[in-house]
């Protein structure tokens, strides 16, 4: 009968003692370096509250980070603009309200110089005082200025435009047009001009035609503006004149004939039609503020020859009743014309702070999103410290072990 095979004992792997090279404790360096790295890392963003202190942290996230970041510092210099721009406007608002002031109070004089009750000292009195307002509203408006820039000089032209950068990017501006404002704009002052017409069209004697042709030429010195335009000129008939159209400020026009045959003087009123004789032309307007005009001419026009008329206008005037009321038309004009500045400054304003509100909740959206990649969570951070320093622990312990292994070879000898 045959016995089974006894069972074998199961072969143990022959031990290797190496001395050169320790795998171990190589390993657990590595481990331990490992770890004591990230603690470094948790350390930094625990330092700085940032969880992306270098690029390595996170591609990805430190460029939409930066991005980010570049917008919201955009939208705060942004901010900053706008508060300077309703400052600069604040500051012509408050010189408007004080030429709105004065201007009320030189109604009251105007209005006081219109009753018959006043006699000629008195009224000459009230001139006087309404000279002074005047040159005070010229000195309000010529001094207003906002970091050496004036405000209401038009920068020759008719207005001044400001541009504001209220947003980061390019497209983000805003204009506010600033009228230029004066004595003389607002038609309560005094001052000269020239207006030239320019005539284009040759004719000579015998020439029978009627020509229409462009419009030539702009008065706006005095109270208020007139255009001037050569509406016709005519030798139909043996006769030689020149037709102006004179237009104002409002649209209203008249139309004047020049005669070129004839001598004299005729005198001309903005209200009303009449026929320009010879070389002296006087206007006056609707207010009882005095407009001159003189003018000479050869009756004889060739193409470029100018036909320049120089305008002057008188102060406001309150000699008498009929002159007080039209000083009191002027002054009503004035005050419509500065309130409407106003009512354009204040537009802007309020434009302006909504467009703040809006760039302040956009800014406020974009810095939430930005520190949500950006910025560390300490509870989080904290809790990996902690979990990284056991770890530290840990493999100190084990690489303490594995570095002294190899003297276990001793034994063998």
Known sequence: ????????????????????????????FAALNSTNEEIGVRQMRLATGSRLNRAEDDTAGYTISKKLQAKTRGQAQALSNI??????LTVAEGSLSSVQDILMTMKEKAVQAANDTMGSDERDAISTQLTALRDEIEDVLGNTEFNGTKLFDGDGGAS????????????????????????TELGIG???????????????????????????????????????????????????????????????SQDYVYDATSGGAAGLDTSGAGLIEGLQVNFGDAS????????????????????????????????????????????DSAISKVSEQMSTIGDSQSRLTFKADNLETSKTNYEAARSRIEDADFAQEQMNIVKLQIL??????????????PQSVLSLF
């Open 160 to 183: 001044r435009s400001f541009s504001f950068q209220v947003g980061d990017t390019q497209n983000d501006s805003f204009g506010v047009s600033v009228d230029k404002l004066d004595a």
């Open 190 to 252: 005094g001052g000269a001009a020239a207006a030239q017409l320019d005539y284009g069209q040759n004719w000579g004697n015998g020439s029978n035609f009627a020509v229409v042709d462009s419009a030539m030429g702009t008065y706006a010195g005095g109270p208020d503006s007139f255009s001037f335009e050569v509406v016709s000129k005519d030798n139909t008939g043996g006769s030689e004149s020149v037709t102006f159209r004179v237009t104002d400020r409002a649209g209203n």
């Open 288 to 331: 009882g503020t005095a407009v001159n005009a003189s003018a000479e001419s050869t009756g004889f026009f060739e193409v470029g020859d100018t036909f320049s008329i120089d305008v002057t206008s008188g102060s406001i005037d309150v000699s008498d009743a009929a002159a007080a009321r039209g000083t009191i038309g002027s002054i």
């Open 392 to 405: 530290q622990q840990t493999g100190s312990a084990s690489f303490a072990q594995a570095n002294a292994a």
């Open 1 to 28: 009968m045959c016995r089974p095979p006894e069972p074998t004992a199961p072969r143990v792997p022959l031990m290797s003692f190496r001395v050169n090279t320790n795998v171990q404790a190589m390993r657990s």
């Open 83 to 88: 508060g300077d721009a309703k400052n600069m």
